[in-house]
């Protein structure tokens, strides 16, 4: 017994850390360590061949035909084809085989063609020349030889061939400037480093002498991620050992710029490269159209089962008579008599699964994929959807989710850069209780050259004055932003004003607003060079401080922190982060008054950050160094080390201040959350801000109105009441008016109605998700949904991305199994916008992530109302048309054969040729269908933009309810019952033609079909309401074309046929004068119940929908202009009302005589802006 995996799982989980690590080691150069060092270990990682394709020559047949048989439908009909060939069928294995035939070769063909053209990508690839050091010497070969330990050179410009490891430039401090706009879709530079010990080596044949090994984790998807540590050898000392991290990592696909050269290691190659990890699909999500369409595939299933059955069972019934079963035309041979009873009845069986097995539509599958893969280009080309500020339009990732987007009823957006612009403006900071606003508005007059006023009272003392400039030093070097000469770079940027030429640069648009407040406060930034920060102070002197650490920013610390020296030689540590991570850690300063200022900010819409320091002395700082290099060094848990070693460093901090940077609500984001709510969809907003600033930006942007109470299940409100105390008590204030009142048609607009918002925070929810602590298997989640249910909007503050996602996980699987939609523009929202049935990712400031991650792309957040309310009601009225119908049409097609089988002594004799059987579905009805489903609309796109509450008339999967499955069902047995029945009597006496020929069963069955194929192309003709040429060719066309076949079929000697009994009977059935009647009238019966139902519908119950289709509808809605500018008032009256009913206590008086004129009474007030 091979006991290799004991022994590997038992050194993981019992030796320990030491002994067991999830790395790899690579020797830089392919050069050995020195004697002694360590031992060499070959070992073979994948080569630098980029595969993307799912195919080659040899395996594309078998490996495709075994996706596509995968499917239960084309499964079935493969079944039912063989068994065709193994028994004797009434029909050819041609009408099951050529339709299958169809659906596989088209859809395998568009798969080729697909895995064709990546072939192509890759090649071009794998080809692409590359430069690497071989014996010092600079070598040339194509990229998908590359190996892992291979020393690359790139050039600016190029983009890296695979994963490397940064070792030097040749820039004098070691660092090098990429974008990565390919990977994450961000065009801002971003500053890499090199290995301290290498960046020295400028030439080849310096890092060609290089000898050291690295250590790493193994390749994971994870762009932003990455842990190892590089050994660097001399000829007598012990190894330098150094922490590498994603500043030293440079990615495949990323391009240098800036940088005339790099040299950098390879360290993952190939398919283990982060940007091939990252080609991994998302887990496959499937719309609610498409479970309608299984379930009533498995109905219509038991239907054929059930009709194979009833007549397997009447035949036998009806051959226990004698001389039924043995007539004596057709007397059986001496096997027949004696084969087993049970096998003849299975065989039977089979045999009329067969015949019936067409009501089984298996051209709908291929037909339902053609109308979402051309559906999704209206969204593509809408003009109405591309940004002319950005350049951007709509990206459709996967067209499988299109009629979904008519069918959310929640939708949970993130807050800035979705809701909001991020596009960020410094408004004030305040230090000590001291206001300092730039450019301030004094009695109407703007003051341009106020560099800084104080706003509360007299100037600082000696001691504010120094800390006043340490808080202006603190935002000068307490930030990740790049200074650049070049005015044509990339990306977000912001010209610092005075005169400079210099570009600020970031990937937060925080931290430039802060640089470029701070400059027009007297403090400018100027640059970063060889290690050392420089700043231009009032005085115009420069000031350098060494930077000796950074303690990155993380969404769980909420906060950075620098360590600097300056040229006097004193330490500083510089923090700066949210309120609720500075505040614990403060030890000392005006915390009460600082608090103060960030509240009222913070209803005043503004975002807002917390600054604090301390001065560390030699000793202590030595300490930090030791605990840094210990936890930067570690491969195991180095995340969890860090956070560890930062916590014991920000801390005993002292509080300078605060500061207040705006970011303005999006253009008609207001009005876009307005029309979602009549839509009867329920917006949730979910945001890392803190509870203040999100709710200001909720009223501005009307998610929370006058008449909204607002209920808070926050920490501050647990920790004075018990949760279960804190829920029980919001559950009886929402229930108590859920019985007396309703909601009327606006989901909750109404002005003389109750209305509930609901905050909760982080804490808050954790405590709701945990478990209650008496093991029981309740908890509170069905109590907060209740809440939630009653709720006409809810705002989630301080959320980790990780609760992002729960949230949306629980509604998504509450016992309503509502539809979900979530939308963001960064990284942190990329968890919720995977977890939801429908994710969107708005192209903004912060990167593509959530783009490229998500189902759609809008470039604003205003798109996603025609996105829904136009694109998404459509789609699902087309689809949801064309699922019915195709049911429909082989329901008319296969039960005038079920009853055919009553007249012919369920001899399984068919009622059609073979020629109708087969291009039923896919010519004579398949077009007029599709183009239907494209091109339909049932009422003009003005219209549903302007009443959003027709949304509401397909919600709940309205058009694919068991309801109206039942409907169309029932109306296609009434049409089969017409067709089959009225031709039966049309013909009983009227047999003989005028010369004396008599009409036989293919003339009875041709005129069956003739009625059918007329009528359900008629059908859909009266379904019809947006006309087109496209249309009329397509639907008379399809007629046309069944006609001019079947005189062709029926008219012409094929050579290549056996037999042809349709000869002469589509022209015979056409000579005689009843069959003429017996069309025209029973087209007109068939369609007569379809058309009354339709009229006294619309007359007696009519739905929003059918009420706007009539001719004298004039809209009920108030003007869209009046309407918003009405609610706007309205909405800034009453947060202008609760704000100066609660307001922040105040620090002095001398505010009112300078501009200072109080928010919720300046009418150009921070809400106003917002609005």
């Known amino acids: 017994m091979d006991c290799s995996l004991v022994r590997t799982l038992v050194h993981r989980y019992c030796a320990g850390e030491e002994n067991w690590v999830d790395s790899r080691t690579i020797y830089v150069g392919h050069r050995e360590p020195p004697p002694g060092a360590e031992a060499y270990i070959p070992q073979r990682y994948p080569d630098n061949r980029i595969v993307s394709s799912k195919y080659t020559f040899w395996n594309f047949i078998p490996k495709n035909l075994f996706e596509q048989f995968r499917r239960v439908a084309n499964f ?195 398919m283990e490269t982060k940007m091939a990890l990252n080609y991994q699909s998302k887990s496959q999500k499937r719309s609610a159209v498409e479970k309608s369409m299984n379930a009533f595939l ?77 559906g999704s280009y209206f969204i593509t080309w809408d003009e109405d959807m591309f940004d002319e500020e950005t350049g951007e339009g709509p990206l459709v990732n996967t067209s499988d989710l299109n009629e979904e987007l008519g069918q959310v009823e929640y939708i949970f957006t993130d807050k800035t850069g979705t809701l909001t612009e991020n596009n960020m403006e410094f408004k004030e900071c305040c230090i000590e209780g001291h206001v300092y606003v730039p450019h301030v508005i004094c009695n109407g007059q703007v003051l341009p050259e106020s560099s800084g006023i104080d706003m509360i009272d007299s100037s600082p003392s000696v001691n504010g004055r120094e800390r006043e400039e340490l ?152 300490g930090i160094c030791k605990l840094l290099q210990a936890a930067k060094v570690a491969l195991q848990d180095r995340e969890k080390k860090l956070a560890e070693a930062y916590e014991q460093i920000e801390k005993d901090l002292t509080l300078l201040g605060a500061t207040a940077v705006e970011d303005r609500l999006q253009e008609k984001a207001a009005d876009t959350i307005e029309a979602l709510q009549k839509a009867g969809i329920k917006v949730w907003v979910l945001t890392g801000d803190k509870m203040e600033t999100a709710a200001a930006t909720c009223y501005a942007c009307k998610l929370f109105r006058r008449n909204t109470q607002l209920l808070e299940l926050t920490t501050k409100r647990i920790e004075e009441q018990s949760l279960h105390d804190v829920l029980f008590e919001l559950s009886k204030t929402v229930l108590r008016h859920s019985g007396s009142l309703t909601r009327d048609n606006l989901s909750g607009l109404s002005a003389d109605m109750q209305d509930y918002g609901l905050i909760i925070d982080g804490a808050a929810l954790s405590l709701i998700m945990k478990p209650r602590e008496d093991g029981s298997s309740g908890n509170y989640r069905e109590l907060f949904l209740e809440i939630c249910r009653s ?81 998404g009601h459509f789609y699902y009225i087309r689809i949801s048309e064309l699922v019915q119908y195709f049911f429909y049409k082989n329901v008319c ?10 007249f012919c002594g369920f001899s399984q004799q068919t009622l059609y040729d073979t020629a109708y059987l087969t291009l039923y579905n896919i010519s004579f009805t398949s077009l007029p269908i599709l183009l239907y489903s494209l091109m339909e609309q049932h009422v003009g796109i003005d219209v549903l933009k302007r009443d959003p509450t027709l949304y509401r008339d397909v919600a709940k999967n309205a058009l694919l309810r068991w309801r109206v499955f039942i409907y169309w069902t029932l109306l296609g047995l009434f049409d089969a019952l017409v067709f089959f029945f009225g031709a039966y009597f049309v013909f009983e006496n009227t047999t003989v033609t005028s010369n004396g020929q008599i009409f036989g069963n293919w003339t009875f069955g041709t005129l069956v079909f003739t009625v059918m194929v007329f009528t359900v192309t008629l059908k859909l003709a009266l379904d019809t309401h947006y006309w087109t040429w496209i249309n009329h060719f397509v639907i008379w066309g399809s007629l046309l074309f069944y006609v001019v076949f079947s005189l062709l079929w029926g008219g012409v000697i094929w050579p290549f046929l056996n037999y042809q009994r349709m000869y002469y009977v589509f022209i015979q059935m056409l000579s005689s004068g009843p069959a003429w009647l017996a069309i025209v009238l029973l087209v007109t019966v068939s369609l007569l119940p379809d058309v009354l139902k339709k009229v006294l519908c619309r007359q007696l119950w009519p739905t929003a929908t059918e009420r706007v289709q009539s001719p004298g509808y004039q809209s009920t809605c108030p003007s869209a202009a009046w309407y918003s500018s009405h609610s706007q008032q309205v909405t800034l009256a009453a947060w202008k009302e609760k704000v100066s009913t609660e307001p922040p206590p105040t620090l002095g008086g001398s505010r009112h005589h300078c501009s200072s004129i109080p928010s919720h009474s300046c009418p150009r007030s921070r809400v106003g802006m917002l609005v």
């Open 471 to 622: 808080f202006f030093r603190a935002l000068c070097l307490c930030h990740t932003v790049q200074v650049k000469d070049d005015d044509s770079v990339d990306g977000p940027r912001k010209s610092p004003d005075g005169g400079k030429s210099c570009v600020y640069i970031s990937s937060s648009p925080d931290e430039v607003a802060l640089v470029e407040g701070v400059q027009r406060l007297g403090f400018t930034y100027l640059r970063l060079k060889d290690n050392y920060m420089e700043i231009l102070n009032r005085e115009n002197h420069i000031e350098r401080f060494e930077l000796l650490e950074i303690l990155s920013f993380d969404s769980v610390r909420r906060r950075m922190s620098v360590i600097v020296k300056s040229a006097t030689g004193e330490i500083y540590l510089f923090c700066k982060g949210a309120d609720s991570s500075i505040f614990p850690r403060v030890i000392e300063g005006k915390v009460d008054q600082i608090r103060a200022r960030v509240e009222r900010n913070a209803v005043e819409g503004l975002r807002t950050l917390c600054v604090a320091y301390k001065r560390l002395i030699q000793e202590e700082y030595e």
């Open 298 to 374: 498995i109905v219509y299933l038991c239907i054929l089962i059930s009709k194979a059955l009833i007549n397997t069972v009447l035949k036998y019934v009806w051959q226990s008579e004698p001389f039924r079963d043995e007539p004596w035309y057709n007397q059986k041979t001496e096997s027949e008599r004696q084969r087993n009873l049970f096998l003849k009845a299975f065989t039977d069986f089979l045999a009329f699964m067969v015949l019936f097995n067409y009501i089984i539509p298996v051209s709908m599958y291929v037909t339902v994929e053609m109308q979402k893969f051309l």
């Open 76 to 270: 079935y009909f493969l079944i039912i084809f063989l068994v065709q060939l193994i028994i004797d069928t009434p029909t050819s294995p041609v009408t099951s085989g050529l339709p299958l035939f169809f659906v596989i070769t088209v859809t395998a063909i568009k798969q080729g063609y697909e895995d064709w053209l990546r072939h192509k990508a890759d090649n071009a690839m794998n080809q692409c020349p590359v430069h690497f050091i071989q014996h010092g010497k600079l070598v040339r070969k194509q990229s998908r030889k590359l190996r892992v330990g291979d020393i690359v050179m790139v050039k600016e410009d190029e983009t890296f061939p695979c994963d490397l490891i940064f070792l030097s430039s040749n820039r004098g401090d070691g660092t090098c400037h990429v974008t990565t706009a390919s990977l994450d879709g961000e065009s801002s530079h971003k500053t890499h480093y090199a290995v301290q010990d290498t960046k020295g080596f400028h030439t080849e044949e310096d890092i060609g002498g290089l000898h050291a090994t690295i250590e790493c984790e193994q390749p994971q998807p994870d762009l932003y991620k990455f842990v190892g540590r590089i050994n660097v050898y001399s000829d007598l000392n012990d190894p330098v050992v150094r922490p590498l991290g994603s500043e030293n990592l440079l990615l495949r696909g990323a391009t240098l710029k800036n940088t005339e050269k790099i040299f950098g290691v390879a360290i993952y190659t190939g």
């Open 893 to 902: 097609f296969i039960f005038p054969q079920f009853l055919y089988q009553f």
């Open 791 to 871: 709720c006409s909007a809810v705002l989630c503050c301080r959320m980790a991305p990780l609760q992002k996602a729960q949230i949306v996980k629980l509604i998504k699987f509450s016992k309503e199994h509502p539809i979900t939609l979530a939308i963001g523009d960064g990284a942190n929202d990329v968890s919720m916008i995977l977890e939801a049935h429908v994710g969107i990712g708005v192209i903004g400031k912060e990167g593509r992530q959530a783009a490229r991650n998500s189902d759609y792309a809008i470039p604003k957040f205003k798109h996603l109302k025609k996105m829904l309310l136009v694109h």
